[in-house]
C-alpha cells in the first residue's frame, strides 16, 4: 500500500517539477538560435573547462550511448516482459501509463519535444536519468528475487542501470560545459518492498517502459544537440 | 603488562609471516625458553608470567636503509628486584651483541639503540641486562620487518577484449615497479566523472586486473594504488572511453558465394560486435587453396561497416580460401584475430589458351606418306578455366594439296595421322563447359629453313634445369623445347615443351633427374615454319663418375708405356669428363700425376725407369670430383728396341775382324807357325836304329811333313846322349852341339819347361783324346811314362819334377821330337795357370803382351759383366779353335810367339811363375821309367 500510495503521488510531483516557474525563466536564455548559443558558449568559455570541440566530441559520445540506450532499453522491455508470465507475456499486454515515483515520465508530448530548448530537453533527462539508475537497480532486486533464474535479464537491468548512470554523468558534463543548471537531486526510488509480486512486475515493467521512453526521447535530443555541435 | 608477554609477542610475529630470519625452528624454541626462564627468575613479585621490561617500538616494520631507534624500558619492581640499572642493558641482532657506540642510556630504566641503516638489522632484536654479575638475562624481544615503500605503478594500459556478443572485459595493466619485500597490495581504481566505480583488484598477479562491467561511451578515469605498511603510491591516470579500446571479435559465420562472373565471389559474414556499440571496418584476405600466399583486398575498399563483400579479378575456375578480421572503424582499438578460413571455387569460363602442340614424324610405310604424331599438353588449371571435356583438331592441307580440311575430336592429348607428302597446317583447340580455348597452330612438317636460335646454353639454376639462348632475328611466334635423357640402356624418349616467342631462357618443366645427361634442343618456331633445333647437353646436378677408366698397356717400352682406355659410358659418367689424371708409381715410388684431356684415349707414359714394376691407375673427374679404376701393373723393359742389335752387330764385327786378321796373320807367317806348331818329327821306323832293331815297331801313318823332312835321321849321334838329358829343346831343329843345347836350355828352360810342364801334367787319358785331333803322326797305342825332368829350383824354389810320358817305344828319342800331342794333355793344369798368367800381366805393367786380354776387355763397352764373360770366352774359344784346336792351349802360342819376338826377362818372370805353380806336382810323379839316375843325378844343376 504504501508503493502504491507513492505511486499515486507522482503526478503531482511530477507537475511540480514541471510547472516551476523561476527553472523555466532560467532556461529563457537558452531558447536562442544555435549560432547565438555558440557564441554565448563561446563567450563562457573562459568558465568552462572543456573547448568547444571537447564540448561536440562529448556530445557525440553522449549520443552513440543513447543510441546504444535505445537498442538495449528495448531489448529490455521485451527481455523483461518475457520473464514475468502472464499477462505481461501477452502480445497485447499495453496496461495504461503509470507514473513511477520519483521518476518524471516523458508526459511532453513528442513534437512538443523536440519543441523544446536544448537546454529545457537536457534538463529533463537529466531530472530522469539522476532517477533511473536507482529505479533500475531495484527493479534487479526485485527479479533476483522473483525470476532468479533470469540471468539474461539480471545483465540487462544491470547493464541498463549502469548505462543510464554513465548517461545522467555525460549529460551533466555536457550541461556544466554549456552552463546549464542540473536538475534537483533525486527524491526517491522505489522504496520499500511491494507487497505483492505482481505488483513488483508492475512497478518493473513501468520501469522498463519509462527507460525506453526516456531512452528514446534522450535519442532525440542528443541527435538535435549533435546536428548543433558537428565535429 | 600481558600484551608484552615476549612470548605471546613472538608468537604473533611468527604467526605474521614478517621476515623473521631464525636461523632455526629449535634456536627460536630455546630462546623462547630461556627467556620464559628468565622472566620467572626476574618476575617473582609481578606474579608467574610478568616481563622485567619491553622494547618501543613493538614490531616495526622499516625501510631498508632509513636510520631506526628502539627504546628498552625496565619495569619499576624490577629494578628494585634485581638492582639493575639500563646501562646494564645489552642489545643484541639475533645472537651478536650490538656495539655498545650504538647505545644511549637515557634514564635508569631506559635504554635507546640506534641504527643508522636498518639493513644491518635482523630478527629479533633483543634487549638483554647482565644481572648478577656477568649471567646475561633476557628482557624482551621484537622482530624487525624491513621493506621498501611501493613504487608508482608505470606504463598503465587497458584493452577491451570482447568475449561474446554482449560481453566485454577490460584488462588493464601495469608495471608495479621494484620488489618491495612486503606484502603489498595493487588496486585498479576507476570511475566517471560523476561516480565511483568499484575497485578492482587482482586476482594473483599484481601487474593487471580485469574489469567486467564495461560501460561504452561514458569516459573512464582508471589508475592504479599500491599500498603496502610503508607507503602508498599511485599511477598517472589514464582516461577513456572504453569503446576506443576495444578488440572485437572476428566476424563470424562466413560464407562464400561464387557470382555470375567466373571472376568474382561474394562473401558474407555476421559480425559479433553490435552496430550500435561500434561501426567497423574490415580486412579480408584471400589465397589461392594450394598456395600459402596471401593477397588482400585494399583496405580502402573494406573501411566501412558492412557484412558482404564481392571480391574481384579472380581466376576463374579457382579455388580460393578467405577470411576477414575487424576492428573499430575510427581506428580506435585493435584489429581482431583473423576469422575462419573459408573456400569458394569461382565458376569455369573458356579456357584462356590453346593447348601446347607439338608433333612427332615417324617412318611411314610408304615414302609418299607421313605418320605425324600430333602430341599436346593438357591445359594449366589457371588456364583451362574449367574442366576439359575434349580437344578438337584441324587439319588443313596447304596448296598444292587439294584436301578438304579435317576434323577430328578426341579427349586424349596426341592425335596420330597418316598424310600424304605436303604441308599442312593443324590446329587444336580445347573444350570446357563454357566454351572452347583460342586454336594453338603448328605447321607440318615446317620447313627447316628458318633461322635457329644461337648461343643455346643449359645449366642447373635454382634446382632446376634453365636453358638459355640468343632469339634469332626474326620473330619467332614460340619455342618448342625438346630433351631426353642420354643413357645406354635406353632411348632418348624426348619431352617438350613450348614457351612464349619473347622468352630467351625457361625451366625444363618435368622429372629431371641430378646426374643424368640430357639432351636438349631448342626449335624456333614462326609463323610460317620452323628453325633448325639447337641441341646442348647439360646436368642438372654432376657427381663424381660412377667408376674410373680402366687401364691397360698397349706397348711397354724400356722408358715408356703407351696405356689406353675406353671412355666411360654416359651412365657411368654422373658428369661432364673434365679431364682424366692418370697416376703411376713405382713400387716404392712416388706417385705421379698426369692430366689428360678427356678427348683422348691413348696417354704415352715417358721419362719410366727401365725393368721396374709400375702401378698405374686413371681418374676420370667431371667438377664434382674424381673416381679412379682399377690399377694396372706393368713392368717396363730391360733394354729399350734396337738396343741388344747395337751392341751384338759391332761385337760381331770386331769378332770376324780380329778372326779375319788372325788368319791373314796366320798365313803370313805359316811356315814360322809350322816350325813352331807342327815341326817335323823324325819317324824312328826310318831311323838307323830302327834298322838295327829287331823288334821294329809297327808302321805308323806317317805324315807327309814327317816325310818330308827326312833329314831328321841324322840325330841319330845325338839321341844316344840326350836321352838321359833333357830332350827338350824344342825350337832348335838344327842340329847343334849338346853344349850349345845345354845353354839354349839354360837360357830359355822356362819356355821348355812351359811346353813340358804342359806335358808333364796331361794325363793318359786325355792324352789319348787328344792324340786323335793331332796332326802330328804320333799315335800310341798307350802312353807310358816317358821322362821325368827334375828341375833344380831357382834359388829358393823347388824346381817342378816333371814326367814327360810318351809311347811304350824304349827307343831313345832324338833332341828334336817333339809332342804336340801332349799339350792338350795339360789343359785342365793349363787353364789355371792360364789364368794366373792373365791375372800377373794385367797386374804387371811391364807385361805388355800379357795385357791381350786386358786391352780387349777396355774395348768392349762396359755392357755388364757377364757379357764382358761371355765376350771374353767367346774370343777366347775362337782363338783356340782356330789357332790350337783346342782352348787351354791358347796362351801357349802366344807366349811362344812372344818369346819369339821378344825373349828378354819378361818372359823369365812368366816361366818362374809358372814353374813356382808346377812344384805342385812333382811329389805326385807317378812311375817313371829312370827315375834314380835322373833325380839323383844331379844332371840339372842350374
Request: aromatic share 8%; charged share 20%; net charge neutral.
Amino acid at each position: 500500500m504504501n508503493f502504491l500510495s507513492r505511486w499515486l503521488l507522482s503526478p503531482g510531483a511530477r507537475s511540480k517539477a514541471r510547472g516551476s516557474g523561476p527553472e523555466l525563466n532560467k532556461l529563457f536564455v537558452y531558447f536562442l538560435s544555435p549560432v547565438d548559443r555558440a557564441n554565448l558558449l563561446s563567450s563562457t568559455s573562459s568558465s568552462s573547462s572543456l573547448s568547444q570541440q571537447e564540448v561536440a566530441t562529448k556530445i557525440k559520445q553522449t549520443h552513440r550511448l543513447t543510441v546504444l540506450l535505445k537498442h538495449c532499453s528495448e531489448q529490455l522491455l521485451a527481455e523483461y516482459v518475457r520473464h514475468q508470465g502472464e499477462p505481461f507475456s501477452s502480445p497485447d499486454f499495453q496496461p495504461p501509463a503509470m507514473a513511477v515515483p520519483g521518476l518524471p515520465s516523458p508526459s511532453v508530448p513528442p513534437e512538443a519535444w523536440l519543441a523544446l530548448s536544448d537546454g529545457k530537453r537536457l534538463w529533463h533527462l537529466a531530472a530522469a536519468y539522476a532517477t533511473l539508475p536507482g529505479l533500475l537497480g531495484s527493479v534487479r532486486r526485485q527479479q533476483a528475487e522473483l525470476n532468479p533464474l533470469a540471468s539474461e535479464l539480471h545483465r540487462q537491468l544491470e547493464a541498463a542501470a549502469r548505462q543510464c548512470l554513465g548517461l545522467a554523468g555525460n549529460l551533466e558534463g555536457i550541461m556544466g560545459a554549456l552552463e546549464l543548471p542540473g536538475p534537483p537531486p533525486p527524491s526517491s526510488s522505489l522504496g520499500g518492498p511491494p507487497t505483492s509480486a505482481f505488483l513488483a512486475k508492475l512497478t518493473g515493467y513501468h520501469v522498463c517502459r519509462l527507460h525506453r521512453d526516456w531512452a528514446m526521447r534522450s535519442h532525440e535530443a542528443l541527435g538535435l544537440l549533435r546536428t548543433k555541435y558537428p565535429l | 603488562m600481558a600484551e608484552r608477554d615476549p612470548y605471546r609477542a613472538w608468537a604473533v610475529r611468527d604467526a605474521e609471516g614478517t621476515i623473521c630470519k631464525m636461523s632455526s625452528r629449535w634456536s627460536w624454541v630455546m630462546n623462547a625458553l630461556y627467556i620464559s626462564l628468565s622472566v620467572c627468575s626476574l618476575g617473582v613479585s609481578g606474579g608467574l608470567v610478568q616481563s622485567c621490561g619491553y622494547i618501543i617500538p613493538e614490531s616495526p616494520v622499516l625501510t631498508l636503509g632509513s636510520n631506526f631507534t628502539a627504546l628498552c624500558i625496565l619495569n619499576e619492581s624490577c629494578l628494585d628486584f634485581g638492582n639493575i640499572h639500563a646501562n646494564q642493558i645489552i642489545w643484541k641482532i639475533k645472537n651478536s651483541v650490538v656495539p655498545k657506540e650504538q647505545y644511549h642510556v637515557i634514564n635508569r630504566t631506559v635504554s635507546s639503540v640506534t641504527f643508522s641503516d636498518t639493513s644491518t638489522l635482523a630478527t629479533p632484536l633483543t634487549c638483554n641486562v647482565l644481572a648478577d654479575g656477568q649471567i646475561e638475562q633476557n628482557i624482551y624481544g621484537i622482530a624487525v620487518t624491513l621493506g621498501l615503500p611501493p613504487e608508482k605503478p608505470e606504463n598503465l594500459s587497458c584493452i577491451v577484449h570482447q568475449m561474446s556478443k554482449t560481453k566485454f572485459i577490460m584488462t588493464c595493466t601495469w608495471n608495479p615497479g621494484r620488489d618491495t619485500f612486503l606484502a603489498t597490495d595493487f588496486r585498479l581504481k576507476s570511475q566517471w566523472p560523476l561516480e565511483t566505480l568499484p575497485d578492482c583488484e587482482p586476482q594473483g598477479v599484481n601487474n593487471s586486473c580485469g574489469i567486467s562491467n564495461v560501460q561504452f561511451f561514458v569516459n573512464l578515469e582508471v589508475w592504479v594504488e599500491a599500498n603496502n605498511a610503508l607507503g602508498k603510491a599511485e599511477s598517472e591516470h589514464v582516461d577513456f572511453d572504453p569503446v576506443d579500446i576495444v578488440k572485437p571479435l572476428p566476424p563470424h559465420n562466413l560464407a562464400v558465394n561464387s557470382g555470375e562472373l567466373p571472376t568474382v565471389l561474394k562473401l558474407s559474414w555476421e559480425n559479433q560486435i553490435s552496430l550500435v556499440e561500434m561501426e567497423l571496418k574490415f580486412n579480408i584476405r584471400y589465397r589461392i587453396s594450394d598456395s600459402p600466399d596471401w593477397m588482400e583486398v585494399p583496405p580502402e575498399d573494406t573501411a566501412s561497416h558492412r557484412t558482404s563483400f564481392t571480391v574481384q579479378s579472380l581466376k576463374p575456375y579457382t579455388k580460393y580460401v578467405f577470411s576477414l578480421r575487424c576492428m573499430k572503424k575510427d581506428g580506435l582499438g585493435y584489429w581482431s584475430d583473423w576469422s575462419k578460413e573459408k573456400s569458394g571455387v569461382t565458376s569455369e569460363a573458356k579456357p584462356s589458351k590453346g593447348p601446347p602442340l607439338w608433333r612427332k614424324i615417324g617412318i611411314s610405310h610408304s615414302p609418299n606418306f607421313w605418320t605425324v604424331h600430333l602430341i599436346w599438353k593438357e591445359l594449366d588449371r589457371s588456364e583451362a578455366n574449367g574442366i576439359i571435356l575434349r580437344y578438337e583438331v584441324t587439319v588443313r592441307a596447304r596448296p598444292p594439296l587439294s584436301r578438304a580440311s579435317e576434323k577430328y575430336s578426341v579427349n586424349s592429348t596426341n592425335l596420330t595421322l597418316n598424310l600424304t607428302n605436303g604441308t599442312y597446317d593443324v590446329t587444336v583447340t580445347a573444350h570446357n563447359r563454357i566454351g572452347g580455348s583460342p586454336p594453338s597452330v603448328l605447321l607440318i612438317p615446317a620447313s627447316n629453313s628458318k633461322a635457329s636460335v644461337k648461343d643455346i646454353k643449359a645449366f642447373p639454376k635454382d634446382g632446376k634445369l634453365w636453358v638459355e639462348w640468343t632469339a634469332p632475328d626474326n620473330s619467332v611466334v614460340k619455342y618448342v623445347i625438346e630433351w631426353c635423357m642420354v643413357s645406354d640402356s635406353s632411348n632418348c624418349t624426348a619431352e617438350w615443351q613450348q614457351e612464349l616467342g619473347t622468352s630467351q631462357g625457361t625451366f625444363l618443366k618435368g622429372d629431371i633427374k641430378p646426374f643424368k645427361c640430357y639432351l636438349i634442343t631448342v626449335h624456333p618456331l614462326y609463323n610460317n615454319g620452323q628453325g633448325n633445333g639447337q641441341s646442348t647437353k647439360a646436368y642438372l646436378q654432376q657427381r663424381r663418375p660412377a667408376r674410373g677408366p680402366t687401364v691397360q698397356t698397349k706397348k711397354v717400352g724400356k722408358a715408356e708405356a703407351v696405356l689406353v682406355w675406353k671412355p666411360l659410358s654416359v651412365d657411368e659418367q654422373n658428369g661432364f669428363i673434365k679431364y682424366y689424371t692418370i697416376l703411376y708409381r713405382t713400387i716404392s715410388g712416388n706417385e705421379t700425376a698426369v692430366k689428360v684431356d678427356p678427348s683422348k684415349t691413348e696417354y704415352t707414359l715417358s721419362s719410366l725407369s727401365s725393368d721396374t714394376l709400375y702401378m698405374v691407375k686413371m681418374e676420370a673427374h667431371t667438377d664434382e670430383g674424381g673416381t679412379s679404376g682399377p690399377v694396372f701393373t706393368f713392368t717396363t723393359q730391360k733394354f729399350g728396341k734396337g738396343e741388344i742389335e747395337a751392341i751384338v752387330v759391332p761385337v760381331c764385327l770386331a769378332f770376324l775382324l780380329s778372326i779375319l786378321l788372325g788368319v791373314l796373320f796366320c798365313f803370313n807367317k805359316r811356315d814360322l807357325i809350322k816350325k813352331h806348331i807342327w815341326p817335323n818329327v823324325p819317324d824312328p821306323s826310318k831311323s838307323n836304329i830302327a834298322q838295327w832293331s829287331p823288334q821294329t815297331p809297327t808302321k805308323h801313318n806317317f805324315s807327309s811333313k814327317d816325310q818330308m823332312y827326312p833329314e831328321g835321321s841324322f840325330t841319330d849321334v845325338s839321341v844316344v846322349e840326350i836321352e838321359a838329358d833333357d830332350k827338350k829343346s824344342v825350337s832348335e831343329q838344327d842340329l847343334k852341339p849338346f853344349n850349345l843345347l845345354k845353354k839354349e836350355k839354360n837360357t830359355s828352360e822356362g819356355h821348355s819347361s812351359g811346353i813340358g810342364g804342359s806335358s808333364c801334367m796331361s794325363s793318359p787319358r786325355q792324352s789319348v783324346s787328344d792324340s786323335d785331333e793331332s796332326e802330328s803322326a804320333q799315335n800310341t797305342s798307350s802312353t807310358v811314362q816317358y821322362s821325368t825332368v827334375v828341375l833344380n829350383g831357382y834359388r829358393d824354389q823347388i824346381p817342378s819334377v816333371q814326367v814327360f810320358s810318351r809311347s811304350e817305344s824304349t827307343q831313345p828319342l832324338l833332341d828334336s821330337e817333339e809332342k804336340p800331342e801332349d799339350n792338350p794333355g795339360g789343359g785342365e793344369s793349363a787353364a789355371p795357370r792360364q789364368q794366373y798368367f792373365k791375372q800377373n800381366s794385367s797386374q804387371d805393367e811391364t807385361n805388355t803382351d800379357g795385357s791381350y786380354f786386358e786391352r780387349a776387355k777396355q774395348v768392349t763397352p762396359p755392357i755388364n759383366e757377364e757379357d764382358l764373360v761371355g765376350l771374353a770366352q767367346l774370343q777366347i774359344s775362337g782363338h783356340s779353335s782356330q789357332l790350337c784346336g783346342s782352348g787351354p792351349e791358347k796362351n801357349k802360342p802366344e807366349s811362344a810367339l812372344a818369346d819369339a819376338f821378344s825373349p828378354s826377362t819378361e818372359g823369365q818372370i812368366l816361366r818362374l811363375e809358372t814353374m813356382g805353380i808346377n812344384t805342385a806336382t812333382v811329389d805326385e810323379i807317378p812311375k817313371s821309367y829312370m827315375p834314380q839316375t835322373v833325380r839323383q843325378g844331379g844332371y840339372i844343376p842350374q
